[in-house]
C-alpha cells in the first residue's frame, strides 16, 4: 500500500527565507506525488505533481519539488517565503482503489511565515 | 481551468434533521467524485468514490446508510447527512476527476454545524 508521512506539522519561516516542507513516501510502485496547499476554510489547490517525468517539478507560486527515489522523498521548497505563503501543505499519493485512482493524504503540514 | 463548485459553504442544522451538500464541475465532465472529511486541524479523509451512474464506494468505518452519496450526472454529486448529530459536524469537501486524468479538482468545502 502507498503511503506518505509530512515530517513536522508546523513549521516556520522568515519572511524571505527557504521554504523546506518534507514528504517522504513510501510505495511498492512508481508512484505519482502531489502537493497541495489549503487557506483556512477553503479547499486544497494543486501546486504540482510528480507523474514519472522530469524529477524536478516545478509548480506555481514559485514551489517546486525534487522526487528522489533513492531518499523516496519529495520535499516541496521555495527560495524566499511571502506572506501569503502562510497556510496548510498536505502531500499526496496516488493510490489505486474503489475502481479508480484516489489520493491518500499526509497529516499536513501548517507553514507560518514571521514578518 | 477546472472548476469544482460546493454549496452551500455553511450550514448550521439541528440535530435529527438531513442535509444535502452539492457538488458540481462547472467546466468538465467528472466521470468520478470523491467525498473527503476533514476535521480541525486534521488531514482529509476520504469517505467515498462515486463514479457516475453508479453505487458509490465507501472507505471502511465510513456509515452508509448516514451519508448518502449521489451522482446522478457527470457534472454533479450530493452528499446527504441523515439524522445529522453534533458529532457529524466537520468540514466536507468533494472533488472531481475526468475519465483517465490523473488530477482531482477540489471544491471550496462545506462547514456543517449540527446544534
Known amino acids: 500500500a502507498q503511503s506518505v508521512t509530512q515530517l513536522g506539522s508546523h513549521v516556520s519561516v522568515s519572511e524571505g527565507a527557504l521554504v523546506l516542507l518534507r514528504c517522504n513516501y513510501s510505495s511498492s510502485v512508481p508512484p505519482y506525488l502531489f502537493w497541495y496547499v489549503q487557506y483556512p476554510n477553503q479547499g486544497l489547490q494543486l501546486l504540482l505533481k510528480?507523474?514519472?517525468?522530469?524529477?524536478l517539478v516545478k509548480g506555481i507560486n514559485g514551489f517546486e519539488a525534487e522526487f528522489k527515489k533513492s531518499e523516496t522523498s519529495f520535499h516541496l521548497t521555495k527560495p524566499s517565503a511571502h506572506m501569503s505563503d502562510a497556510a496548510e501543505y498536505f502531500c499526496?499519493?496516488?493510490?489505486?482503489?474503489?475502481?479508480?485512482?484516489?489520493?491518500?493524504f499526509g497529516k499536513g503540514t501548517k507553514l507560518s511565515v514571521i514578518p | 481551468g477546472a472548476v469544482v463548485s460546493q454549496h452551500p459553504s455553511r450550514v448550521i442544522c439541528k440535530s435529527g434533521t438531513s442535509v444535502k451538500i452539492e457538488c458540481r464541475s462547472l467546466?468538465?465532465?467528472?466521470?468520478?467524485m470523491f467525498w473527503y472529511r476533514q476535521f480541525p486541524k486534521q488531514s482529509l479523509m476520504l469517505m467515498a468514490t462515486s463514479n457516475e451512474g453508479s453505487k458509490a464506494t465507501y472507505e471502511q468505518g465510513v456509515e452508509k446508510d448516514k451519508f448518502l452519496i449521489n451522482h446522478a450526472s457527470l457534472t454533479l454529486s450530493t452528499l446527504t447527512v441523515t439524522s445529522a448529530h453534533p458529532e457529524d459536524s466537520s468540514f466536507y469537501i468533494c472533488?472531481?476527476?475526468?475519465?483517465?486524468?490523473?488530477?482531482?479538482?477540489f471544491g471550496p468545502g462545506t462547514r456543517l454545524t449540527v446544534t
Open positions: 510528480y507523474t514519472s517525468a522530469a524529477t
Open positions: 467546466d468538465f465532465q467528472a466521470t468520478t
Open positions: 499526496a499519493v496516488r493510490t489505486s482503489g474503489a475502481g479508480s485512482y484516489q489520493l491518500t
Open positions: 472533488s472531481a476527476r475526468e475519465l483517465a486524468a490523473y488530477e482531482q479538482y
